[in-house]
């Protein structure tokens, strides 16, 4: 079994900035990458940034220039820096782990940006 434990999420103004961290537990063999989700009311969750095993990320378009995705897949921990929020962040984070071509979801910490 795999586990996720996220934390950092919260309340905050339009404009203000929240880090989320993220850590993997359990019989982990090869973390192929880790990431954030997000799922806003009524929307579908969607990819907000990734980091793989070689380093690389990715953001979505949305949020280039603000958010920083971080961390060591080797020690198991990604981070998400959260700059310039906006009300339209909000929505229920989810830390993702991709190992061995499974994917583990963490149980989710709630982001609302207020205006």
């Known amino acids: 079994q795999v586990q996720l434990v996220e934390s950092g999420g919260g309340l905050v103004q339009a404009g203000g900035s929240l880090r989320l961290s993220c850590a993997a537990s359990?019989?982990?063999?090869?973390?192929?990458?880790m990431g954030w989700y997000r799922q806003a009311p009524g929307k579908q969750r969607e990819l907000v940034a990734r980091?793989?095993?070689?380093?690389?990320?990715n953001y979505a378009d949305s949020v280039k220039g603000r958010f920083t995705i971080s961390g060591d897949t080797a020690k198991t921990t990604v981070y998400l820096q959260m700059n310039s929020l906006k009300p339209e962040d909000t929505g229920v984070y989810y830390c993702?782990?991709?190992?061995?071509?499974?994917?583990?979801w963490g149980q989710g910490t709630q982001v609302t940006v207020s205006s």
């Open positions: 359990g019989r982990i063999f090869s973390i192929n990458g």
């Open positions: 980091v793989t095993s070689g380093g690389a990320t």
């Open positions: 993702n782990a991709v190992i061995q071509a499974v994917y583990y």
